[in-house]
């Protein structure tokens, strides 16, 4: 079977140490989590999890299966790139005095469509949202030519192509068989 990259989705309440329910699920399939992230979702109340891993299809649809089995979790789905809208950010710092040897960094400004967030005498750090493959050709890039201080990258952020909510489906679906009861 084919390894590629997956992007799990776990809308839950903002419960105490599910978290680490979540990831202990990946600790004992000895299964590497490549990015994490949460936040509020659109929907009042509901936080979403985005987590990313390289494996194979039949080992992700095992994996959210028994993520959905935790009482905590409303609901967990598995994407492809091909059904997301994603991003990630990364912040890189590095000397001022040799950023400013290179040369212009209007070109690297325009070229990467990166912001600077600070800049003093000593160091520049600058931000630069993107696929990962775009954060990490300018990391390369900086490296190589003027050194790279320090350097953080967030986790995937996603939502899906759908109009809404994959979750909000199945909440109006639940509010449809229930009613007001």
């Known amino acids: 079977m084919e390894t590629k990259l997956y992007t799990i989705t776990v809308f839950s309440e903002n419960t105490v140490g599910l978290l680490g329910q979540i990831t202990i699920i990946f600790t004992r399939r000895a299964i590497n ?32 299966k028994q993520i ?20 990630e950010i990364a912040l890189y710092k590095v000397a001022t005095d040799k950023l400013l040897e290179k040369g212009s960094m209007e070109d690297l400004i325009r070229r990467y469509h ?7 005498s000593d160091f520049v750090v600058l931000q630069k949202a993107g696929h990962y493959d775009e954060t990490q050709h ?3 890039e900086l490296s190589e030519t003027v050194g790279v201080l320090q350097f953080i990258r967030s986790g995937r952020v996603a939502i899906t192509k759908s109009k809404v909510e994959r979750l909000s489906d199945m909440l109006e679906g639940i509010q449809e068989k229930y009613g007001d009861k």
């Open 68 to 87: 959905d089995k935790r009482i905590d979790i409303l609901k967990a789905y598995y994407n492809t790139d091909e059904d997301l809208v994603f991003q």
């Open 33 to 64: 989590i490549e990015t994490l992230s949460v936040s509020p979702s659109a929907i009042k109340g509901i936080h979403k999890f985005t987590i990313t891993l390289f494996t194979t299809e039949d080992v992700v649809s095992k994996v959210v």
């Open 114 to 120: 990166i912001r600077i967030l600070e800049m003093n």
């Open 138 to 140: 300018l990391f390369d």
